[in-house]
């Protein structure tokens, strides 16, 4: 059955350092998604892409982090300057797209990153 | 602002003690509702939905049902087995011009001991 996988699982940054989390989305989905849960706490959404673009984004998705598709398989995301609070794990997800309706979205593992 | 809350955990059970994982949410307009599991090491899954007041959704012996009146959206399993032990999260998405991006809860862990 076709799934989303995330590497690494673990990542350990020093504050100020820029990482890259990696995600391979289901082959045929046109829609992906970045959430973030620190320890806790509620899932929250950081940002949608679509088209080669942001669709949506939240308050959180602020200058630092950036999204990209860099080849038809992986999508990342970048944190240009590691803070401690963005110290949480990080969900990928992917869905097909239908207008005008909820599509499922298929989550990743997700990516720990620890900011020391 | 639309919300979800779900009762803390963890929720630690015998097998085939009666499961109940309360979630209650507010909302601006309409919602579809919705449970996830996540497994250990694995991501997120949907469970089930209801979309509509009454509605009652159902997937793997677990069962919720929208309630309007209340706006609570329970999880309950009758039975639940030592491979129901995940954690549960409830969400809430709202249509017909609103954003389709989940709005989650905090997530509750279940524990099933043999």
């Known amino acids: 059955e076709p799934e989303v996988t995330q590497t690494p699982s673990h990542q350990v940054t020093q504050m100020g350092q820029e990482v890259i989390l990696r995600c391979v989305p289901i082959?045929?989905?046109?829609?992906f998604y970045w959430y973030r849960q620190i320890l806790g706490q509620k899932v929250e959404f950081l940002v949608s892409?679509?088209?080669?673009?942001?669709?949506?984004k939240s308050e959180i998705f602020d200058d630092q982090f950036s999204v990209e598709r860099p080849d038809g398989s992986n999508f990342t995301l970048k944190i240009r300057s590691t803070k401690l609070e963005d110290s949480a794990m990080y969900f990928c997800?992917?869905?097909?797209?239908?207008?005008?309706?909820?599509?499922?979205?298929?989550f990743g593992p997700g990516t720990r990153l620890t900011v020391l | 602002g639309n919300s979800v809350t779900q009762m803390e955990g963890p929720v630690t059970l015998s097998e085939e003690a009666f499961l109940t994982i309360n979630c209650t949410y507010t909302?601006?307009?309409?919602?579809?509702l919705f449970w996830y599991v996540q497994y250990p090491g694995e991501g997120l899954q949907l469970l089930l939905k209801?979309?509509?007041?009454?509605d009652k959704g159902s997937n793997k012996g677990f069962e919720a049902t929208y309630r309007k009146e209340t706006t609570s959206f329970h999880l309950e399993k009758g039975s639940v087995q030592v491979s129901d032990s995940a954690v549960y999260f409830c969400?809430?998405?709202?249509?017909?011009?609103?954003?389709?991006?989940?709005?989650f809860g905090r997530g509750t862990s279940l524990i099933v001991h043999p």
């Open positions: 969400a809430l998405t709202l249509g017909s011009g609103g954003s389709y991006i989940p709005t």
């Open positions: 909302a601006t307009g309409y919602p579809s």
């Open positions: 082959s045929n989905h046109l829609y």
């Open positions: 892409f679509y088209n080669n673009e942001i669709s949506e």
């Open positions: 997800a992917s869905s097909e797209y239908i207008a005008g309706s909820y599509n499922e979205q298929f």
């Open positions: 209801a979309t509509k007041a009454d």
